[in-house]
């Protein structure tokens, strides 16, 4: 079966500006979940959506967003960058409480 | 407030020497156990679901065992290709089961 594709791999951004990030799940699933890895903080939540709608959101500031479409392909969006948002965003899908499936991530470099 | 605990934060082993990683959680109510492989590079590659004390599983040269406040993944005659960092995590029930990373345990075989 087709994974979870996430793109670009990689993006190199200067401070102050914005970016955005592509997700499209595995086929059928309707949940996406994003989280931000970083060596110093690990794995940290940003939020979850559902059938198009915000289900969870984790501990972070409003310049991270995020939607999602009626095809369950979601974004996520980051305004204002700053040198520590650089990080290893990933996307996941599941379904109940069974095990994630992940993309590879797109590394986001801000300078 | 639920934490998920991961030691060691490294260890290096060679290749045949058996060892084991722990995960140590506190949470309301455990509804499951997750261990993820996260290879360089890429995403967190789904292992085992555990959701009871005393539930084991077994995926070639790994067990995962849970007790009611830890868990192991036991590594038993590892290989080179078992390199990789662990991650456990725990789903934190909120308006859905949203999984808990620990910070992992990089492991390094050597041949």
């Known amino acids: 079966k087709a994974g979870v594709t996430q793109t670009p791999r990689y993006l190199i951004k200067t401070r102050g500006q914005q970016v955005t990030l592509s997700c499209s799940p595995i086929?059928?699933?309707?949940?996406v979940s994003w989280y931000q890895q970083t060596p110093g903080q690990g794995l940290q939540f940003l939020f979850e959506?559902?059938?198009?709608?915000?289900?969870n959101k984790g501990n972070f500031p409003g310049r991270f967003s995020g939607r999602q479409f009626s095809n369950s392909r979601s974004e996520m969006n980051v305004s204002t960058l700053e040198l520590g948002d650089s990080a290893l965003y990933l996307c996941?899908?599941?379904?109940?409480?069974?095990?994630?499936?992940f993309g590879s991530g797109t590394r986001l470099t801000v300078v | 407030e639920d934490q998920v605990t991961q030691s060691p934060e490294a260890l290096r082993l060679q290749e045949g020497e058996s060892s084991s990683l722990n995960c140590s959680y506190t949470?309301?109510?455990?509804?499951?156990l997750f261990w993820y492989r996260q290879d360089p590079g890429k995403g967190p590659e789904f292992l085992f679901t555990?959701?009871?004390a005393g539930e084991e599983k077994e995926k070639e040269r790994l067990k995962a065992t849970l007790t009611k406040k830890e868990s192991f993944l036991h590594i038993t005659a590892p290989k080179p290709e078992d390199s990789a960092t662990y991650l456990c995590?725990?789903?934190?029930?909120?308006?859905?089961?949203?999984?808990?990373f620990g910070r992992g345990t990089s492991l390094i075989v050597h041949p």
């Open positions: 996941a899908t599941g379904e109940d409480n069974y095990g994630y499936t």
């Open positions: 086929s059928g699933h309707r949940s």
């Open positions: 959506y559902f059938s198009e709608t915000q289900r």
């Open positions: 949470v309301s109510g455990l509804r499951g």
């Open positions: 555990l959701y009871s």
């Open positions: 995590a725990v789903p934190v029930v909120g308006g859905s089961y949203i999984p808990t």
